[in-house]
């Protein structure tokens, strides 16, 4: 296993169409999180899964935002509607167990135009 | 609210020397503290951890120290070199509960001159 795969790593986007992020953790890991960073700025917390379960959602993730895992493996993060606002790296991680310890995979770089 | 506070924004530091970056948080439930390392278009990568029992733990040329009663810790970079110029993020999480979500620093942007 190499890592936390992310899918696609660039994003352009015209806003007000919707897009949709692809995260492969690390298969042995049962959490999978999703961050968002801006320029400058730290990783914020988006949303976190314990196997298919969402776990908690951060204010951040407005009704526009939609996170899913299915079958406990990938998870996908779904923006609709993107807005100029949105223009972020979106980063997904994953971690064997309680706590921190995470591996981050490489971002996927979303620009709304 | 920033849960966890970072200074300096940004860092230079001459090959050789020793780099510190510090950071606050006011949340004693926090119980585990990492440090990672990010490069430009990579995400960031996990350096080094503490918990809060721990008043320093080192690896390599990497320190963290830990002051539980201030609420403050700190990495510290021995012979600092130009491979290591990279934004580092001091980041804590209430890692006995089952959530394990992470509060970020605003990061600090570490430049080794050589």
């Not at chain 2, 530091?13 to 970056?21: A, F, T, Y």
Request: hydrophobic share 30%; aromatic share 12%; with cysteine.
């Amino acid at each position: 296993d190499t890592g936390v795969s992310q899918d696609p790593r660039h994003k352009i986007t015209k806003r007000g169409q919707n897009v949709t992020f692809r995260c492969d953790p690390i298969s042995e890991h049962n959490r999978l999180y999703w961050y968002r960073q801006t320029l400058g700025q730290g990783p914020e917390f988006l949303t976190y899964f314990q196997n298919e379960a969402q776990l908690e959602k951060s204010r951040l993730l407005s009704d526009r935002f939609s996170a899913e895992r299915p079958k406990g493996s990938f998870s996908t993060l779904e923006i609709q509607r993107t807005e100029q606002g949105d223009s972020a790296m979106y980063l997904c991680a994953s971690s064997p167990g309680t706590g921190g310890g995470y591996t981050f995979g490489s971002g996927t770089r979303l620009t709304v135009v | 609210q920033q849960q966890v506070k970072q200074s300096p924004q940004s860092l230079i530091v001459q090959k050789g020397g020793i780099s510190i970056i510090n950071c606050a948080y006011e949340n004693t439930a926090f119980d585990y503290f990492p440090w990672y390392q990010q490069f430009p278009g990579k995400g960031p990568a996990l350096l080094i951890a503490i918990r809060p029992d721990v008043s320093e733990k080192k690896e390599g040329r990497f320190t963290i120290s830990f002051n539980k009663s201030a609420k403050q810790f700190s990495l510290h970079i021995m012979d600092s070199q130009p491979g290591d110029s990279a934004t580092y993020f001091c980041a804590a999480s209430t890692r006995g509960s089952t959530l394990g979500r992470l509060y970020f620093g605003r990061g600090t942007q570490l430049t080794v001159w050589p």
